[in-house]
């Protein structure tokens, strides 16, 4: 799904499946989000196909968080020697406490390690910018990126459409993410890109959607 011409969603409609929403940026860097699970990649890459793009067009690839369903399709980019990289507390975190979670899926940890890690700030790659925001809750150490030319905001699995990140999973908290949800309210977003379910467009949608989550989701987190 073309959103701009330098921004794609590749958004993962079946409901017998977990996998997450994948976002590509056609910038001065070619930037692969959350790519998903390995056994379903051919999603993200049939989405590629029509771009006339391949793997090897990547030039890096950044998972907002570290749960299977974002990041299991990591070795395929790794295999090519495409850069990987996530914030520095989701890997020590995946890395010890988290390492079960990645094995229930036959995830080996070293198959997966970062080439860098991502730290709260600026991120730059030949010239493309983008604002990395820690925001614990979902996981320890997820983040929320933040694209200023497009207006773009890609929340993982902190906030949807309607809703608001699981925190009964090993490494949630329901008052992170609370707190990582209301510091992404003045952000000027045209765009709200999440992990699962639908695109918003549009800023008066999002503000609406920021709105909605507050005052009745968070009752139930």
């Known amino acids: 799904m073309k959103l701009t011409d330098n921004l794609h ?9 977990n996998n997450c ?3 590509f940026i056609d910038g001065q860097s070619r930037i692969l989000i959350d790519p998903g699970h390995r056994g379903l990649f051919e999603h993200v890459e049939r989405g590629l196909a029509q771009l006339n793009l391949r ?5 890096a690839v950044i998972c907002t968080h570290g749960h299977p369903d974002h990041l ?3 070795p395929l980019f790794k295999e090519k020697s495409i850069p ?7 890997w020590e975190w995946i890395s010890t406490v988290g390492k079960q979670m990645s094995a229930a899926f036959g995830i080996e ?11 709260e700030g600026s991120f730059s790659m030949n010239g493309l910018e983008l604002e990395v925001i820690h925001t614990p809750g979902h996981s320890p150490g997820s983040v929320t990126l933040y694209w200023s030319r497009e207006k773009a905001l890609f929340t ?6 309607d809703g608001v990140g699981r925190t009964d999973l090993p490494g949630g908290d329901g008052t992170q993410l609370k707190e990582s949800i209301k510091g992404l309210k003045n952000f000027d977003v045209e765009w709200l890109l999440s992990g699962h379910g639908e695109v918003i467009a549009g800023v008066e949608n999002v503000k609406k959607n920021f709105e909605t989550v507050e005052s009745f989701y968070f009752g139930y987190v």
């Open 9 to 17: 969603a590749f958004i993962w409609e079946s409901m017998t499946t």
């Open 21 to 23: 929403n994948s976002f």
């Open 55 to 59: 793997i090897e067009d990547i030039d």
């Open 72 to 74: 299991e399709a990591i």
């Open 84 to 90: 990987f990289t996530m914030h520095q507390t989701e």
């Open 109 to 119: 940890i070293d198959d997966i390690r970062p080439d860098f890690l991502l730290k």
């Open 156 to 161: 993982g699995d902190l906030v949807f459409k």
